[in-house]
């Protein structure tokens, strides 16, 4: 079973970021992956929502010890003990791919760990915050650095960013 992660911006978002988040989450159940998140507010609520809606599986990867900070739609909270940065590491380690959705430093922050741990990435670039700035900074267009260490992958659509993770992690 394919594990997507899902990482992008926490706390309010605007309706169209709920409407694509929710989308994501739906589509990543109705292709038969698992969804693990942060597990908390914002892009990680709304993806879980759309998958728990399509009877899909959600893991929340939290940061901390309790509970509490999980989202409503969370089928497997897993509490880290750790705070959101070493909680991200978990995050990206236990998943296939990973599905960036606009963000801020944390999400920039699992980005380049997802690049250091060669974790194919794709980012739905007109989600708006980083994922609408990474390519313009990317080396040569698709790599964190000059290493070359995992191409970015850039999508327009839910539909392509799946189709993209999908064809990734199935090489």
């Not at 992660?5 to 109705?30: R, T």
């Not at 990867?61 to 959101?84: C, E, H, K, V, W």
């Not at 699992?110 to 007109?126: D, F, G, M, Q, R």
Request: with cysteine; glycine share 12%; net charge negative.
């Amino acid at each position: 079973m394919i594990r997507i992660g899902v990482i992008g911006q926490s706390g309010d978002i605007p309706k169209e970021l709920q409407q694509l988040a929710h989308d994501l989450g739906e589509e990543i159940a109705l292709r038969g992956a698992v969804l693990l998140t942060g597990g908390t507010n914002g892009v990680m609520e709304c993806a879980s929502r759309g998958a728990k809606e399509a009877n899909g599986l959600v893991v929340g990867i939290l940061p901390g010890d309790s509970l509490d900070r999980a989202n409503q739609y969370i089928d497997i909270p897993i509490s880290t003990g750790l705070s959101f940065d070493y909680r991200s590491l978990i995050l990206v380690h236990s998943s296939d791919v990973l599905i960036m959705v606009a963000g801020g430093n944390g999400t920039l922050g699992e980005l380049s760990a997802a690049y250091l741990n060669l974790k194919p990435v794709v980012i739905i670039e007109p989600s708006g915050g980083w994922a609408k700035k990474v390519r313009s900074i990317a080396y040569e267009d698709a790599y964190l650095d000059e290493r070359k260490s995992s191409k970015l992958d850039y999508a327009q659509t839910v539909k392509e960013a799946l189709d993209i993770a999908f064809n990734r992690v199935n090489c």
